[in-house]
């Protein structure tokens, strides 16, 4: 094991290393800058513009300002200084990566108690009423993008509330006077504003991965070893899911390494369409002002998640299939 983890070490630093050179200058090929704005304003002097462009290491080469981005960033461990916000990166987007990070655990945790079920009823009742039934919601949810979906929901919620007068939380993270709650109110409700927005991405996204698990499960319930199982006298329920299903999440084990940067990315438009104080808000608006550093510097970030998702992943599919050895 440890020589595999020190292998993937090793294998990473080339990666990270070309993956910050391509994040890095490919922000440098969108026209203009930070400064662009202001450029533009007649109000604003030259003697002014050159300061700020000094201030912010716009007057420096492009390929200067790298070097010393990754100097900074290795030995110091210092993402560069946002441009938006004149504060360290780091100090800028963790407060959004933990408020993203609660909304992706709830929708993971959802999306795999819907999708896992749903799968394997599917594949354990093929072309049953019942089946055929989810096969057509599924087919209905895999046409709808999750934004446009959310939009239906707000829609369908406000109807609720006119109709009731029941207060259900459709955006933000917290209510008003959060503050002054007591610590389990303010507990319940974070949670209370978690939990629509996360359930309406679960259940967009298990779409697809319900319809991988059946046709994973129906092509391991024809192998010969659980026609050979069941001979045995082994229960329908083991059959099931000890050997059946162990088998067949073999391809969403190996697709795990992807949660660990989801899980800091935020849930994508489901955050903007829920103002949620998430990460995906704040780096369309990073983008849309050219803010170099908080770009690079949370993309980087993503980078190291995703191989060290990568490696768990294996390691993960070695404890699942014992034929599969990582050292």
């Known amino acids: 094991m440890i020589p595999f983890l020190l292998r993937r070490v090793i294998q990473s630093i080339p990666t990270l290393f070309l993956a910050s050179i391509l994040i890095f200058f ?10 662009t704005p202001a450029k533009l304003n007649p109000g604003i002097s030259q ?13 420096r080469s ?20 946002s441009f938006q916000y004149q504060q360290p990166v780091l100090n800028i987007i963790w407060p959004r990566i933990l408020n993203s990070l609660w909304l992706v655990l709830l929708y993971t945790a959802l999306f795999y108690a819907i999708a896992i079920p749903v799968g394997v009823y599917g594949a354990v009742r093929q072309n049953s009423l019942g089946d055929k039934a989810i096969n057509v919601v599924l087919y209905f949810l895999l046409g709808f993008p999750s934004f446009f979906l959310a939009l239906i929901v707000i ?75 069941r001979a045995k006298g082994v229960s329908e329920r083991t059959a099931i899911w000890k050997h059946t299903f162990r088998n067949a999440i073999l391809p969403i084990v190996a697709g795990i390494g992807g949660l660990l940067p989801a899980a800091v990315s935020g849930a994508g438009f489901i955050e903007v369409v829920y103002a949620y104080p998430g990460i995906t808000p704040m ?18 970030i993503t980078t190291v998640l995703l191989v060290v998702g990568n490696a768990l992943s294996d390691i993960l599919l070695a404890v699942v299939d014992p034929r599969i050895k990582v050292g």
Do not use: C
């Not at 200067?64 to 981005?69: A, G, V």
């Open 283 to 300: 780096i369309l608006d990073a983008i849309n002002a050219q803010d170099l550093y908080l770009i690079a510097g949370f993309t980087v």
């Open 155 to 229: 829609y369908l919620i406000l109807k609720l509330r006119n109709a009731t007068g029941w207060d259900i939380p459709i955006n933000g993270m917290t209510s008003q006077g959060f503050d002054s709650m007591a610590p389990l109110a303010q507990v319940l409700d974070v949670a209370k504003h978690l939990l629509i927005p996360a359930l309406v991405l679960a259940i967009s996204d298990a779409a697809g991965l319900t319809r991988v698990i059946r046709g994973q499960m129906l092509e391991v319930m024809r192998s010969d070893y659980i026609r050979t199982a």
């Open 62 to 81: 492009p390929i200067e300002q790298y070097l010393l981005w990754m100097k900074n960033m290795i030995f110091n461990g210092d993402f560069g200084l």
């Open 47 to 59: 003697q002014q513009l050159d300061n700020l462009s000094a201030a912010f290491g716009l007057d």
């Open 26 to 35: 490919v922000i440098q090929l969108a026209p203009g800058d930070f400064l």
